[in-house]
């Protein structure tokens, strides 16, 4: 016998209490229908669809229940308020999240009715009252928004902007086709794919430099693409997106791409092509490179200029420069082509060759004070298994690999050859591990590049260099060079070589700025040889152009030219089915504009999600998995073969194990990751290997998400750790969390997104506004990395004082307010107009200069920057931040405002920044100031300046 109606709405009601809103809502929707005539089924209803955030259902249920109420005498006045209360709220939800739309609306009778008011019914429809102007034109309103919202910085900014410039790579070459590397296969079969997905195949790398991954992703695409069916060729299209935030490394990389074009335009001419190949290896790994081969690089330096200059720009059909990049692309080449002055002799002087094993054990000795004790163990536990190994395989030699072992004499029986590796086990597995890590011996011409300092020229341009044959063969034998040979080397490569010129930058290689030497050069200490033997990888695992071995002479450049051949003959073989796209910008600030639809300079047509992502370890200095899951794995198609993936190269040793690296950036454990945030971890092993996210199908259904209380938990820890941040050990264990307050309100967007209801997310941010925030979570004051065993740690329930914040909030909010997918509740005084915020500049002088020194912590080029506004003394204020955040009462409220982000920062010379103009208006009355300090010593670093010194320079919404 089917049950009633009371039965049915009594089980709903236990179900809800217990929090299971969506089993609750299926029992109230059956009551509603076996009785249609009792109000309280669909107002039940209504309230279970609620809180599941189904506000358009709900506006239904609160209809239909409003339709019955007024067909009855007992008209139930509660029940007449709560759906009141309810439909309010539910309209404000749906409107701003897009469930109802502007016709809903209109269509939809008036639920006006005599019911007493109270003050929450008054403010729920005041609240839809404010909202209901945005019914004409909420979708083009929201968009522009959003596009503003993703301008506004994301990162806390270093006190000096000047950036590290890495020209040279060292990661081995990663064919994003078949996965992460050699070692980390992720294969994509393009022949599995269907044929509509052929045509969008987009790749981005992040943190792009020398652009190897670049060119052997071309290279894998040809070779797929010629095992594909004419019909699937035919839809063919691949575009991959260079990135870096850095100008020089993307001009290095265009100039390297079009060496590679003029050698697909030079294919008839043999002494051109070697010519062109040799600049591309001079350019690509050396230090110093012959006249001939400058003279090509400086002639596609001036080529370029010109090309950048011209409108529209002129560059090879499959090549294209964004707008946006090409001014501060010009800045490096016309410092390349006009005004660089570095002599060989003196770059030659800084220069010097490290071995692959010197590298190493600097690598290992700089590690090692300060490491983490699980790291310790992790490089222990992975010594243990590669002499594991070594010693399996010493005991189980075959006679005929025995006998090719190079501690075996000729002749030794086999029996006395087992006896010695018995006898000398461990010897043998140390001096086997040894040579595992340094690799074999040094080439002949890594012999000569010890010596000389250059790379070999190739046999048929060498003729061109007097004395380097001779030389050459003299070193083959095994013979002393004599001073004169010396003298006469050294005298023509002084005279006829060149600086590679693409190794420096405007800023790092300039004394005052603190990066390379000091002395206007860049470390050139380098192991030259590591990104050739990389070069050899790749060529020996795709068979390109036969093994170049070892021992060959010039092995740099037969290695190279048989690599940029086919990369050469790629992009040859893909024409008009390949683009690639130089892009210059942050990582997270470019994707942003990307999603929210501002980067209007990127043609339309092309692609704003991606097949794959490889980040480098860009992660590691813009807050780790919380920035990818946040502005990476939301610009990923939602395919299977979709992911994104990083390595950790920045702070390897400051990590005791991988769930730590996980939980110090996104406050989680990585179980917990796809719970929150949406996606799904694939690899998880960044600390020794890889680290890589995928996407998941959104909205996911909110059973398989936090619960309420532990999102406003976790929000909490995330804001409050925002705002007082812990401190990061000395280099190289210092661990980077530069998200700013503007990263909390893009994580609300995205986790409305994942699935989580408007109306949770907005009373959260309520409280944060209002400043009524009570909780018994408190930030990590202590080193990073973060600790697990933080997330569970409580303190005494307080209220804790935002109010120093509100003015940063404002900026967030007044930019962002019509993008919201969910109601915001502004305080009073709070702007809602991107044009009500201003931006202001201010000449700047430092209390002291910074220095970048990895035994101190007072780098200026550390995300520790924050503003303050002020009335009172600053040293109090900045000093008393913790404990303000803690509930002190003084300094009072309205005495001063922080701000996490800068629009620009040099504490040397200026700063800008977002404030509301009647705010700063307000603060000229009363004459503020403004400093900047740091946030891990609590140090002023500039001296105050007045605000009758601030300049206005024009709208929050430009």
Same mark, same amino acid.
């Given at each position: 016998?089917?049950?009633?109606?009371?039965?049915?709405?009594?089980?709903?009601?236990?179900?809800?209490?217990?929090?299971?809103?969506?089993?609750?809502?299926?029992?109230?929707?059956?009551?509603?229908?076996?009785?249609?005539?009792?109000?309280?089924?669909?107002?039940?209803?209504?309230?279970?669809?609620?809180?599941?955030?189904?506000?358009?259902?709900?506006?239904?249920?609160?209809?239909?229940?409003?339709?019955?109420?007024?067909?009855?005498?007992?008209?139930?006045?509660?029940?007449?308020?709560?759906?009141?209360?309810?439909?309010?709220?539910?309209?404000?939800? @749906?409107?701003?999240?897009?469930?109802?739309?502007?016709?809903?609306?209109?269509?939809?009778?008036?639920?006006?009715?005599? *019911?007493?008011?109270? #003050?929450?019914?008054?403010?729920?429809?005041?609240?839809?009252?404010?909202?209901?102007?945005?019914?004409?034109?909420?979708?083009?309103?929201?968009?522009?928004?959003?596009?503003?919202?993703?301008?506004?910085?994301?990162?806390?900014?270093?006190?000096?902007?000047?950036?590290?410039?890495?020209?040279?790579?060292?990661?081995?070459?990663?064919?994003?086709?078949?996965?992460?590397?050699?070692?980390?296969?992720?294969?994509?079969?393009?022949?599995?794919?269907?044929?509509?997905?052929?045509?969008?195949?987009?790749? &981005?790398?992040?943190?792009?430099?020398?652009?190897?991954?670049?060119?052997?992703?071309?290279?894998?695409?040809?070779?797929?693409?010629?095992?594909?069916?004419?019909?699937?060729?035919?839809?063919?299209?691949?575009?991959?997106?260079?990135?870096?935030?850095?100008?020089?490394?993307?001009?290095?990389?265009?100039?390297?791409?079009?060496?590679?074009?003029?050698?697909? #335009?030079?294919?008839?001419?043999?002494?051109?092509?070697?010519?062109?190949?040799?600049?591309?290896?001079?350019?690509?790994?050396?230090?110093?490179?012959?006249?001939?081969?400058?003279?090509?690089?400086?002639?596609?330096?001036?080529?370029?200029?010109?090309?950048?200059?011209?409108?529209? *720009?002129?560059?090879?059909?499959?090549?294209?420069?964004?707008?946006?990049?090409?001014?501060?692309?010009?800045?490096?080449?016309?410092?390349?082509?006009?005004?660089?002055?570095?002599?060989?002799?003196?770059?030659?002087? #800084?220069?010097?060759?490290?071995?692959?094993?010197?590298?190493?054990?600097?690598?290992?000795?700089? *590690?090692? =004070?300060?490491?983490?004790?699980?790291?310790?163990?992790?490089?222990?536990?992975?010594?243990?298994?590669?002499?594991?190994?070594?010693?399996?395989?010493?005991?189980?030699?075959?006679?005929?690999?025995?006998?090719?072992?190079?501690?075996?004499?000729?002749?030794?029986?086999?029996?006395?050859?087992?006896?010695?590796?018995?006898?000398?086990?461990?010897?043998?597995?140390?001096?086997?591990?040894?040579?595992?890590?340094?690799?074999?011996?040094?080439?002949?011409?890594?012999?000569?590049?010890?010596?000389?300092?250059?790379?070999?020229?190739?046999?048929?341009?060498?003729?061109?260099?007097?004395?380097?044959?001779?030389? &050459?063969? !003299?070193?083959?034998?095994?013979?002393?060079?004599?001073?004169?040979?010396?003298?006469?080397?050294?005298?023509?490569?002084?005279?006829?070589?060149?600086?590679?010129?693409?190794?420096?930058?405007?800023?790092?290689?300039?004394?005052?700025?603190?990066?390379?030497?000091?002395? @206007?050069?860049? $470390?050139?200490?380098?192991?030259?040889?590591?990104?050739?033997?990389?070069?050899?990888?790749?060529?020996?695992?795709?068979?390109?152009?036969?093994?170049?071995?070892?021992?060959?002479?010039?092995?740099?450049?037969?290695?190279?030219?048989?690599?940029?051949?086919?990369?050469?003959?790629?992009?040859?073989?893909?024409?008009?089915?390949?683009?690639?796209?130089?892009?210059?910008?942050?990582?997270?600030?470019?994707?942003?504009?990307?999603? &929210?639809?501002?980067?209007?300079?990127?043609?339309?047509?092309? =692609?704003?999600?991606?097949?794959?992502?490889?980040?480098?370890?860009?992660?590691?200095?813009?807050?780790?998995?919380?920035?990818?899951?946040?502005?990476?794995? =939301?610009? $990923?198609?939602?395919?299977?073969?979709?992911?994104?993936?990083?390595?950790?190269?920045?702070?390897?040793?400051?990590?005791?194990?991988?769930?730590?690296?996980?939980?110090?950036?996104?406050?989680?454990?990585?179980?917990?990751?796809?719970?929150?945030?949406?996606?799904?971890?694939?690899?998880?092993?960044?600390?020794?290997?890889?680290?890589?996210?995928?996407?998941?199908?959104?909205?996911?259904?909110?059973?398989?998400?936090?619960?309420?209380?532990?999102?406003?938990?976790? $929000?909490?820890?995330? $804001?409050?750790?925002?705002?007082?941040?812990?401190?990061?050990?000395?280099?190289?264990?210092?661990? !980077?969390?530069?998200?700013?307050?503007?990263?909390?309100?893009?994580?609300?967007?995205?986790?409305?997104?994942?699935?989580?209801?408007?109306?949770?997310?907005?009373?959260?941010?309520?409280?944060?506004?209002?400043?009524?925030?009570?909780?018994?979570?408190?930030?990590?004051?202590?080193?990073?990395?973060?600790?697990?065993?933080?997330?569970?740690?409580?303190?005494?329930?307080?209220? *804790?004082?935002?109010?120093?914040?509100?003015?940063?909030?404002?900026?967030?909010?007044?930019? @962002?307010?019509?993008?919201?997918?969910?109601?915001?509740?502004?305080?009073?005084?709070?702007?809602? #107009?991107?044009?009500?915020?201003?931006?202001?500049?201010?000449?700047?002088?430092?209390?002291?200069?910074?220095?970048?020194?990895?035994?101190?912590?007072?780098?200026?080029?550390?995300?520790?920057?924050?503003?303050?506004?002020?009335?009172?003394?600053?040293?109090?204020?900045?000093?008393?931040?913790?404990?303000?955040?803690?509930?002190?009462?003084?300094?009072?409220?309205?005495?001063?405002?922080?701000?996490?982000?800068?629009?620009?920062?040099?504490?040397?010379?200026?700063?800008?920044?977002?404030?509301?103009?009647? !705010?700063?208006?307000?603060?000229?009355?009363?004459?503020?100031?403004?400093?900047?300090?740091?946030?891990?010593?609590?140090?002023?670093?500039?001296?105050?300046?007045?605000?009758?010194?601030?300049?206005?320079?024009?709208?929050?919404?430009?």
């Amino acid at each position: 016998m089917p049950e009633g109606a009371p039965i049915l709405k009594e089980k709903g009601n236990v179900l809800f209490k217990a929090g299971k809103m969506a089993d609750a809502a299926q029992l109230y929707a059956k009551a509603e229908k076996a009785d249609q005539n009792d109000p309280v089924y669909p107002s039940n209803l209504s309230a279970a669809l609620f809180e599941v955030g189904d506000y358009a259902g709900c506006v239904n249920a609160v209809l239909r229940s409003w339709k019955l109420l007024r067909s009855r005498l007992d008209k139930k006045p509660d029940l007449i308020l709560r759906l009141s209360i309810r439909l309010a709220k539910a309209l404000c939800h @749906g409107f701003r999240s897009g469930a109802i739309s502007a016709d809903a609306v209109h269509a939809n009778p008036s639920t006006s009715s005599n *019911v007493a008011s109270t #003050e929450e019914l008054a403010h729920v429809w005041q609240e839809w009252k404010q909202m209901r102007p945005e019914l004409a034109d909420r979708e083009a309103k929201a968009r522009a928004s959003l596009a503003n919202f993703s301008r506004l910085p994301i990162l806390i900014k270093n006190l000096d902007p000047t950036r590290e410039y890495y020209s040279i790579g060292q990661d081995e070459f990663i064919n994003i086709l078949e996965g992460w590397g050699p070692s980390e296969p992720f294969p994509m079969k393009l022949d599995a794919l269907p044929v509509s997905r052929l045509s969008s195949l987009a790749f &981005f790398y992040g943190g792009v430099g020398d652009a190897r991954h670049t060119y052997a992703t071309v290279v894998g695409l040809h070779r797929a693409f010629r095992a594909l069916s004419k019909p699937k060729q035919t839809r063919f299209r691949a575009h991959i997106t260079l990135n870096d935030v850095h100008p020089a490394v993307l001009a290095r990389d265009l100039c390297i791409l079009m060496l590679l074009n003029e050698l697909i #335009e030079s294919k008839n001419s043999t002494e051109a092509q070697i010519e062109i190949k040799a600049a591309l290896m001079y350019t690509f790994a050396g230090v110093v490179m012959p006249s001939y081969c400058y003279d090509r690089l400086h002639r596609v330096i001036r080529d370029l200029h010109a090309r950048l200059s011209e409108t529209p *720009v002129r560059l090879p059909a499959w090549l294209h420069v964004v707008s946006d990049s090409i001014p501060v692309l010009l800045e490096t080449i016309d410092y390349w082509a006009l005004r660089i002055n570095k002599p060989t002799w003196r770059t030659l002087q #800084e220069h010097s060759n490290m071995s692959h094993r010197e590298q190493r054990r600097s690598s290992e000795a700089s *590690v090692l =004070p300060g490491m983490a004790p699980g790291f310790a163990n992790m490089i222990a536990g992975r010594e243990d298994a590669q002499r594991a190994s070594i010693s399996k395989t010493l005991t189980s030699l075959s006679d005929s690999q025995l006998r090719e072992m190079q501690f075996v004499p000729p002749g030794t029986s086999m029996k006395d050859a087992r006896e010695f590796i018995k006898d000398n086990h461990d010897m043998l597995v140390d001096f086997m591990l040894e040579r595992m890590r340094d690799g074999d011996n040094a080439s002949l011409e890594e012999e000569w590049y010890d010596e000389i300092k250059v790379f070999l020229p190739p046999p048929e341009l060498r003729k061109r260099h007097p004395g380097f044959e001779d030389a &050459f063969k !003299r070193m083959k034998k095994g013979d002393e060079l004599s001073d004169a040979t010396r003298n006469k080397l050294d005298d023509h490569i002084e005279k006829e070589w060149k600086t590679n010129v693409t190794l420096f930058d405007l800023k790092n290689c300039d004394p005052r700025w603190g990066w390379g030497n000091d002395n @206007g050069y860049p $470390l050139l200490r380098l192991d030259v040889f590591a990104p050739i033997g990389m070069v050899e990888q790749f060529n020996n695992h795709l068979h390109l152009g036969g093994k170049a071995p070892k021992e060959a002479e010039d092995r740099a450049f037969r290695s190279c030219a048989v690599f940029f051949d086919a990369v050469a003959d790629a992009i040859k073989g893909l024409s008009g089915r390949l683009t690639l796209e130089i892009l210059v910008g942050g990582l997270s600030e470019e994707l942003a504009k990307m999603k &929210f639809g501002a980067d209007q300079a990127r043609p339309s047509e092309f =692609p704003r999600e991606f097949t794959r992502m490889w980040l480098s370890n860009v992660p590691d200095y813009v807050h780790g998995p919380m920035n990818m899951a946040l502005y990476v794995v =939301p610009s $990923l198609q939602n395919e299977p073969e979709a992911a994104a993936a990083c390595n950790c190269l920045l702070n390897t040793g400051a990590w005791n194990n991988d769930d730590e690296f996980t939980h110090n950036y996104t406050l989680l454990h990585p179980d917990d990751i796809s719970r929150y945030l949406g996606c799904r971890i694939v690899r998880k092993e960044a600390i020794m290997d890889i680290f890589s996210l995928a996407p998941l199908s959104l909205p996911r259904p909110l059973a398989g998400l936090a619960s309420r209380e532990e999102l406003v938990a976790w $929000l909490t820890r995330i $804001l409050l750790n925002t705002l007082v941040p812990g401190r990061g050990k000395p280099r190289p264990h210092n661990v !980077r969390m530069p998200h700013s307050v503007s990263t909390l309100f893009r994580l609300l967007i995205h986790l409305h997104r994942v699935g989580f209801p408007g109306h949770w997310l907005s009373e959260f941010v309520g409280r944060v506004l209002s400043g009524s925030l009570v909780t018994d979570i408190a930030p990590y004051r202590a080193l990073y990395p973060i600790p697990l065993s933080d997330f569970t740690r409580r303190v005494p329930r307080r209220r *804790v004082r935002l109010d120093p914040w509100q003015a940063e909030f404002e900026n967030i909010v007044a930019v @962002g307010y019509y993008g919201f997918p969910f109601p915001v509740s502004l305080p009073p005084d709070f702007a809602r #107009e991107a044009s009500d915020i201003g931006v202001y500049e201010a000449v700047v002088h430092e209390t002291r200069i910074f220095k970048n020194a990895s035994m101190f912590d007072d780098s200026p080029f550390e995300p520790i920057s924050n503003l303050l506004f002020y009335r009172a003394n600053p040293s109090n204020i900045i000093q008393s931040i913790p404990s303000v955040l803690e509930g002190r009462a003084t300094p009072a409220p309205g005495t001063f405002f922080i701000l996490t982000t800068q629009e620009f920062m040099d504490y040397r010379t200026r700063i800008r920044w977002r404030m509301s103009k009647r !705010r700063v208006e307000k603060m000229k009355e009363e004459k503020w100031s403004m400093v900047a300090f740091r946030t891990d010593t609590n140090d002023q670093a500039t001296i105050p300046v007045p605000v009758s010194k601030w300049v206005y320079m024009g709208s929050g919404d430009a």
